[in-house]
């Protein structure tokens, strides 16, 4: 129980911690910051409730907030999509945005008040993965649309920039995450649109340069969006369950397919990944490299564990010692995540050949 609120503390502390950085960042319209004010208010009460939990004790009220903490977790992923589209794009995307958003207001006016002030919430430690609220560490429930073209967007860092230290720095954190991983998500954007635009006007002279910008952006954009959530500050040990038993079955041993994985890892050439996929057609894992993000790709195969060894990934705080970053890098992987995406992955059926 006591594990479970602190969690939910860490939680409300990443939820305030996005609000400041959006407050810095962005530049809102009058409607989106009422949003921000009202999700705020939510943080701050859940937070106040949690606190209020763990120290009385009262275990009985906590599946409620854990429940209410999700609900507003869902509305606020996608207030931070929201405030990543131009208003143009913001307008198609309203109509459900705004049903979302009330129901988050009223999730916020039915949350109780409680006695912890402002001061003492500030108080608890910054460190604040979304996947506290959950038993497992899944990505982000989003309501399931399609991305339309040019519209992807930065998915939100599940913890603090600080939060993996000792083992990847803050400042490497962000410049790889708010620089690098931008740049992949707008630059796939702009070769979405460009091909749009092919298509309606029927010149294809650019389409080898835009085709090869699709395949290096989206790659870079999809792997970082599994990397994030790939790590945690509560992660490293070794995978339980079903994956744990998949990972003696086809490599013999967890030290077998770690050794692997890392040896792989340390000699991507030049900048790369290290992959754990599930392959659908074999129905067994697999540990693949990818150069650059895009190359040496199995296609047929699902990522389920990747780990970014381009340079910007480690090099301020490692310089070349890329395989002292790789040995780290264990003490923080996120099982519980990878075996998420491994019980979806193996779902999928393919003919074998
Ligand atoms: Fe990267």
């Known amino acids: 129980m006591e594990e479970k609120a602190r969690k939910l503390l860490d939680w409300s502390q990443w939820g305030r911690q996005w609000i400041d950085h959006l407050r810095r960042k962005k530049t809102l ?15 701050i009460k859940i937070g106040r409730q949690a606190t209020r939990i763990h120290k009385a004790e009262a275990a009985e009220a906590l599946p409620i907030l854990i429940a209410r903490a999700e609900e507003v977790q869902k509305q606020f992923h996608h207030f931070l999509r929201l405030t990543q589209l131009t208003e143009d794009e913001r307008f198609v995307e309203q109509t459900v945005a705004q049903e979302e958003l009330f129901e988050a207001e009223a999730v916020q006016e039915a949350t109780e008040t409680c ?18 609220v959950r038993e497992t560490a899944r990505e982000p429930i989003r309501v399931a649309r399609p991305v339309a073209p040019g519209r992807h967007t930065l998915p939100p860092l599940p913890y603090a920039y600080n939060a993996l230290e000792p083992y990847i720095d803050e400042q490497t954190m962000r410049i790889h995450h708010e620089k690098l991983h ?8 702009t070769a979405e649109r460009k091909l749009a635009e092919a298509r309606q006007n029927g010149n294809y002279d650019l389409i080898r340069h835009w085709e090869r910008e699709l395949a290096f952006n989206g790659a870079g954009h999809y792997l970082h969006s599994i990397f994030w959530p790939s790590m945690s500050p509560h992660g490293g040990d070794t995978p339980t369950g079903e994956l744990a038993e998949a990972i003696q079955r086809y490599f013999g041993s967890f030290d077998a397919f770690r050794q692997q994985f890392s040896q792989a890892a340390g000699k991507v050439e030049g900048p790369g990944w290290a992959i754990l996929v599930w392959s659908p057609r ?33 090099f301020l705080q490692y310089q070349n010692q890329r395989d002292k970053y790789v040995e780290n890098w264990w003490k923080i992987v996120n099982w519980p995540y990878v075996e998420e995406r491994f019980q979806q992955a193996r779902k999928l059926r393919w003919e074998p050949f």
Not at 115 to 132: C, G, K, L, N
Not at 297 to 311: M, R, S, T
């Open 29 to 43: 319209n009058r409607e989106l910051e009422r949003h921000l004010h009202k999700f705020e208010e939510s943080f």
């Open 115 to 132: 006695e912890a002030t402002p001061a003492q919430m500030r108080e608890t430690a910054i460190s604040a993965p979304y996947q506290a």
């Open 182 to 189: 931008q740049k992949y998500v707008d630059d796939l954007n």
């Open 282 to 314: 074999a129905q067994h894992l697999e540990i693949l490299t990818a150069e650059k993000h895009q190359n040496l790709a199995q296609w047929d195969a699902v990522p389920l564990l990747v780990l970014d060894v381009w340079e910007h990934a480690y």
